[in-house]
T-cell receptor, first 116, second 114 residues
């Protein structure tokens, strides 16, 4: 079964709305989670590393005020796209490591975000 | 710097035939892991196979095998007896023990023909 749960799967909303995406680790604790963005027919682009109990680490070029990340517990990280605009439409996917960094990560099923 | 290269944007294979998806990598960390993921059109990332840098034998998982050539820094995925359901995007990825993030290649889209 899935070890990382991501919700919602689909979001369609109006421009200017803020959208929250949740990523939960099931049956294990994740002090770190990763948020990726993926455009059609492209690879995953790491946006930020979510750290439990501390600030997220953002990749270069990712707007911190646009993409708010909160890692309030050992099993939950949230990504909030604030004041979303059509250019924020994309596929967002989270992952969590269950072991050392040279081991594969567990991915959520992703969220398709469409901003009208 | 660590890097993953997948040079095949798209591949076609006839159903029931084998296909090899290429992946080369670059790292200075002696301890690392190589992974392949399948991403169907629905979007979820499905983990297929893992190869550790110190593993002596090539990894196999059912119809998937990883042709690991350490000296050449290549980690090609071999899918035997292709099925229509294998049509998807395939990503090669790497994680370093001394690192933190997983890095991904650009991906290869596989089309299986009936």
């Amino acid at each position: 079964g899935a070890v990382v749960s991501q919700h919602p799967s689909w979001v369609i909303c109006k421009s200017g709305t803020s959208v929250k995406i949740e990523c939960r680790s099931l049956d294990f604790q994740a002090t770190t989670m990763f948020w990726y963005r993926q455009f059609p027919k492209q690879s995953l682009m790491l946006m930020a590393t979510s750290n439990e109990g501390s600030k997220a680490t953002y990749e270069q070029g990712v707007e911190k005020d646009k993409f708010l990340i909160n890692h309030a517990s050992l099993t939950l990280s949230t990504l909030t796209v604030t004041s979303a605009h059509p250019e924020d439409s994309s596929f967002y996917i989270c992952s969590a490591p269950q072991g050392p960094s040279n081991q594969p990560q567990h991915f959520g099923d992703g969220t398709r975000l469409s901003i009208l | 710097a660590q890097k993953i290269t997948q040079t095949q944007p798209g591949m076609f294979v006839q159903e029931k035939e084998a296909v090899t998806l290429d992946c080369t990598y670059d790292t200075s960390d002696p301890s690392y892991g190589l992974f392949w993921y399948k991403q169907p059109s629905s979007g979820e990332m499905i983990f297929l196979i893992y190869q550790g840098s110190y593993d002596q034998q090539n990894a196999t998982e059912g119809r998937y095998s990883l042709n690991f050539q350490k000296a050449r820094k290549s980690a090609n995925l071999v899918i035997s007896a292709s099925q229509l359901g294998d049509s998807a995007m395939y990503f090669c990825a790497m994680g370093e023990t001394g690192g933190f993030k997983t890095i991904f290649g650009a991906g290869t889209r596989l089309f299986v023909k009936a």
